[in-house]
């Protein structure tokens, strides 16, 4: 097993996967059925037959770029696993920086009380991360998830189910698929961002095999974060949270200066360590 997993890490390597070691892993992992701290276990153990031609046919995949993600068909993100396919977007580490920030909100005294939205929830692992966290503290509120994409939509609403949280999953563009008369203490989005004249730059692990609705979010790649700002004043309680992913400070400035002109305070573009994405909160006044 070792050699076979050196062997291996060392081709993905050479096909330009950043992690070979860990896709070899997770791929011999799943092929039988373990875990990758249990492969250690069995390390001076051979691999044979079946499992051994299993294990080949999926490196051959990640060899080919497919994420690992979507070859096991889930992710861990946050303090949740999520099942996931290539109608959603794999879920990334950043992104748990966002959930860590709508938590910390979440946590404070300050907090107003009332449900959360997740805006283009894709796999629903912002919302159902969040579900988790509040179960911690026994302080469950009401999460309402919205996607534009019906299969999008059936991933997160499947995804809840099998972890045994409600998530209220409701397909439409943005606002479009919220009552109107529902007023939220926390709108948290990680929308598309890309833009577009750099989906042809992007590795072929996402541009290949991710969605690119998304991914694209329009020249600049803030079509979707404009118009989240531009709307969520009419949809947040007084003193409610604004969190947003985008993609870097170039990004997150300009949606800042919107955030402020309309009307939101404490309007704070944040890096998320180790990343150039960047995480843009703001509060609605009282
Ligand atoms: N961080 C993602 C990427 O670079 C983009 C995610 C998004 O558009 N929301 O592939």
Not at 125 to 132: D, M, N, Q, W, Y
Not at 177 to 203: G, H, K, M
Not at 230 to 246: K, Q, T, W
Request: with cysteine; glycine share 6%; aromatic share 8%.
């Amino acid at each position: 097993m070792q050699r076979l997993l050196a062997w291996t890490a060392d081709w993905l390597a050479k096909t330009g996967s950043p992690t070979p070691r860990i896709d070899s892993e997770f791929l011999l992992a799943f092929v039988l059925n373990s875990t990758r701290l249990q492969l250690i276990l069995r390390f001076d153990q051979p691999v044979q037959g079946d499992e051994l031609a299993a294990f080949k046919h999926l490196i051959r995949r990640r060899a080919r770029h497919e994420p690992v993600a979507y070859i096991l068909g889930r992710r861990g993100f946050h303090d949740i696993e999520v099942n996931v396919n290539s109608a959603v977007l794999v879920p990334r580490p950043e992104t748990e920086t966002l959930v860590d920030f709508v938590v910390a909100y979440l946590h404070d005294s300050a907090a107003v009380a009332g449900p959360v939205l997740d805006l283009c929830t894709g796999s629903g692992c912002i919302g159902l991360a969040l579900l988790r966290e509040m179960e911690k503290t026994n302080a469950i509120r009401d999460v309402y998830a919205t996607d534009i994409s019906a299969a999008a939509l059936e991933v997160a609403s499947a995804n809840a189910v099998s972890q045994n949280r409600v998530l209220l999953a409701a397909r439409g563009d943005l606002f479009e698929a919220v009552a109107p008369d529902l007023r939220f203490a926390v709108i948290v989005s990680n929308p598309p961002y890309v833009c577009t004249a750099d989906w042809s730059q992007l590795e072929p692990d996402v541009r290949n095999f991710e969605p690119r609705l998304a991914l694209d979010g329009g020249a600049d790649g803030l079509d979707l974060a404009r118009r989240i700002v531009a709307e969520a004043p009419y949809f947040l309680l007084p003193g409610g949270l604004l969190a947003l992913e985008l993609g870097s400070r170039a990004q997150a400035l300009p949606i800042c200066a919107l955030a402020e002109s309309r009307g939101f305070t404490y309007v704070r573009p944040t890096q998320v360590v180790g990343s150039a994405t960047y995480l843009v909160t703001a509060l609605q006044p009282y």
